[in-house]
Nanobody, 123 residues
Framework: QVQLVESGGGLVQAGGSLRLSCAAS????????MGWFRQGPGKERQFVAS????????YYADSVKGRFTISRDGAKNTVYLQMNSLKPEDTAVYYC????????????????WGQGTQVTVSS
């Protein structure tokens, strides 16, 4: 049974930082490309960042470029999202996802999803 469990969300002031983690189990981690998506209040889910299974290719949404960094630890089967210089508009539920096919800024569907973790940025 595949499980993706996110953690690290919370309440932070604008300008602050958070690091999200997503621990994967029940799958061969090295076979999958990893991604983070988010869904803000009253908004559709949107792509945030992705990392290829080789670790060699990353994509970021324009709104987070230069502020967010995606990384993975194969030994721990975990993917991270380091979020710096947070803004109120970053407030959303953040989901990690995995996909055998590449995850790009146009990707909306993935093979497996986590349950989400809430990030709230106060002004």
């Amino acid at each position: 049974q595949v499980q993706l469990v996110e953690s690290g969300g919370g309440l932070v002031q604008a300008g602050g930082s958070l690091r999200l983690s997503c621990a994967a189990s029940g799958l061969t981690f090295s076979r999958y490309n990893m991604g983070w998506f988010r869904q803000g209040p009253g908004k559709e889910r949107q792509f945030v960042a992705s990392l290829s299974r080789s670790g060699g290719t990353t994509y970021y949404a324009d709104s987070v470029k230069g502020r967010f960094t995606i990384s993975r630890d194969g030994a721990k089967n975990t993917v991270y999202l380091q979020m710096n210089s947070l803004k109120p508009e970053d407030t959303a539920v953040y989901y990690c996802a995995v996909r055998v096919l590449p995850i790009t800024i146009l990707t909306m569907e993935c093979d497996y999803w986590g349950q989400g973790t809430q990030v709230t940025v106060s002004s």
